[in-house]
């Protein structure tokens, strides 16, 4: 099942035969995603730091020259799986670090739910995986298969994004110019994640749209940005008639979030995100028991432990919005998810690796 990726292995291992460059700094990332997110801040601060050389990998491209360069780096980030790294080996200088994309824990993933055996083999040749939290370490450890005494829990990079000096009035006014919205109208930013059952991923099937503008038009505009699973295989048949924006193909999701004034979502993680912008999230869970009994599961307790109301219909939904969102849970919730907030995630890590977490001679 594995071959292709031993055989990737064993090619990677020829070059680690060669001396690592100790300014050499290589990212691991797929080609139809732009450089952006945890890695390219960790870049940025390694700029900030010294002279040093990147070398982007793309998991999906073979090139012998950039293969070479990963396999002599003195430092190589992941921002996601990358299994042939279970049959790579590493000079004891070089250090493998996992970012992780997302942040906290809320869904069940990787080795909470499969693939036990490759995720070991995986983390025995990762170093450090950096995470958002020490309340979480159990999670990250059984998700990634890894010991405990590799998580550190540093913050998420992507996260520093927040707390840079947007001109989020600049912003929202070529937002309303784009999709011609009134600048009085409040941004109620709804992301619905994927579901394996497709029953329920035409969202339009329970959330009524002419009776949600009906009541709520006035104030609000509804702004939908899908998953890119339902986007790509189920998008015909949400395509509605109706007063919404479709953001599902906007370039920076940050940026909505930044823009939203509300978040509904059900069961997505981008919640842990936008929670630190202290704004109020609802959780629209029309097939909540479904998911419960047939989807993957959650770390967290979800009727007890989200930062915001859960509704099971669009009546509730509305309800929720006109009388207003309790939020009081948030902050409890923000302290078990975090242990920073405060924009220095990238120079936590780069500081981390350079300093304690690199392998000197």
């Known amino acids: 099942m594995y071959l292709k990726h031993k055989i990737f292995g064993s090619i990677f291992n020829i070059f680690a035969k060669f001396p690592i460059q100790d300014n050499m700094i290589s990212f691991v990332i797929d080609s139809n995603e732009s450089f952006s997110g945890n890695l390219e801040y960790i870049k940025n601060e390694f700029e900030k730091k010294g002279q040093y050389k990147f070398n982007f990998y793309y998991k999906d491209k073979i090139s012998f020259s950039s293969l070479k360069k990963l396999a002599t780096s003195k430092y190589v980030f992941l921002n996601d799986n990358f299994f042939p790294i ?168 940050q940026e909505l979030l930044l823009l939203a004034d509300i978040l509904i979502t059900d069961y997505s993680s981008i919640m842990i995100e936008f929670a630190m912008l202290s704004k109020p999230i609802i959780f629209f869970a029309y097939d909540l028991e479904n998911y419960l009994n047939n989807e993957r599961g959650f770390y967290l307790n979800y009727k007890k432990d989200l930062p915001g109301p859960i509704v099971y219909n669009d009546d509730e939904l509305i309800t929720v919005i006109r009388e ?38």
């Not at 104030?219 to 479709?246: C, M, Q, T, W």
């Not at 309790?326 to 890590?349: C, P």
Request: aromatic fraction near 14%; charge should be negative.
């Open 324 to 361: 207003g969102i309790d939020i009081s849970n948030l902050n409890s919730f923000l302290k078990t998810q975090f242990d920073f907030i405060d924009g220095h995630a990238s120079e936590r890590v780069v500081d981390f690796v350079i300093n304690e977490g690199g392998k000197n001679e």
């Open 86 to 253: 279970a049959f790579m080996k590493f000079k004891d200088e070089t250090s493998v670090i996992q970012l992780w994309h997302a942040p906290g824990a809320f869904k069940k993933f990787g080795g909470s739910v499969e693939n036990k055996d490759m995720l070991k083999l995986i983390s025995d040749n990762t170093d450090f995986l950096i995470v958002t939290s020490k309340n979480i370490e159990n999670y990250y450890s059984e998700a990634f298969q890894i010991d405990k005494s590799k998580i550190k829990p540093l913050g998420l990079p992507r996260a520093d994004y927040y707390f840079k000096n947007h001109d989020v009035d600049g912003l929202r006014e070529k937002f309303n110019k784009k999709f011609n919205i009134s600048p009085d109208k409040k941004i109620i930013l709804y992301t619905p994640t994927f579901r394996e059952d497709k029953l329920y991923n035409n969202v339009f099937n329970y959330l009524d749209l002419k009776k949600f503008n009906e009541q709520l038009a006035d104030d609000y505009v509804l702004a939908l940005r899908l998953h890119p699973k339902i986007k790509n295989f189920y998008s015909e048949d949400i395509s509605v008639d109706g007063d919404y924006i479709d953001c599902s193909n906007y370039k920076n999701e």
